[in-house]
């Protein structure tokens, strides 16, 4: 007997599809500006400890974007424990 699915499930269907799609256009778009302009992917703030980090304050000198390098930096090499 064949499921008949309610219109709530395309309508969650769709919605998901349209986040997923405005997430993938918005990491090309960076990906586009990254690779035009290289000095983007330029540390502009370096701190001791992430904890540091004040959204509010990045975002005061047009900070919109955070790219973390993990390994070595805020974990050990393959690894998924923060250093303290």
């Known amino acids: 007997m ?3 699915l309610s219109e709530s499930h395309f309508s969650e269907k769709w919605k998901f599809y349209k986040i997923n799609k405005f997430i993938m256009l918005s990491y090309f778009n960076i990906l586009i500006k990254c690779l035009k302009s290289p000095k983007l992917l330029n540390p502009n703030v370096i ?3 992430i904890t540091e ?3 509010e304050n990045l975002k005061l000198i047009g900070i919109k974007y955070i790219v973390f390098d993990k390994d ?3 974990t050990i090499t393959h690894g998924n424990k923060f250093y303290n």
């Open 2 to 4: 064949k499921e008949i």
């Open 47 to 49: 701190v001791k400890d």
């Open 53 to 55: 980090l004040n959204p």
């Open 72 to 74: 070595n930096t805020l």
